[in-house]
């Protein structure tokens, strides 16, 4: 399991639908407000 940086919900990876690559690095969320969020502000949060 994954963990979505904005919301530290669980996310399954083979499930996921929304995702970000940041530093060659694969990031997961659970919708796509989660993603849009993240995307805007990355720096915000760990992942
Ligand atoms: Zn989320």
């Known amino acids: 399991m994954a963990k979505d940086p904005v919301c530290n919900m669980n996310v399954d990876e083979k499930k996921a639908k929304y995702t970000s690559d940041i530093n060659g690095q694969k990031v997961y969320f659970c919708r796509s407000e989660c ?9 915000e949060y760990k992942y």
């Open 35 to 43: 993603k849009e969020t993240f995307d805007k502000n990355p720096s």
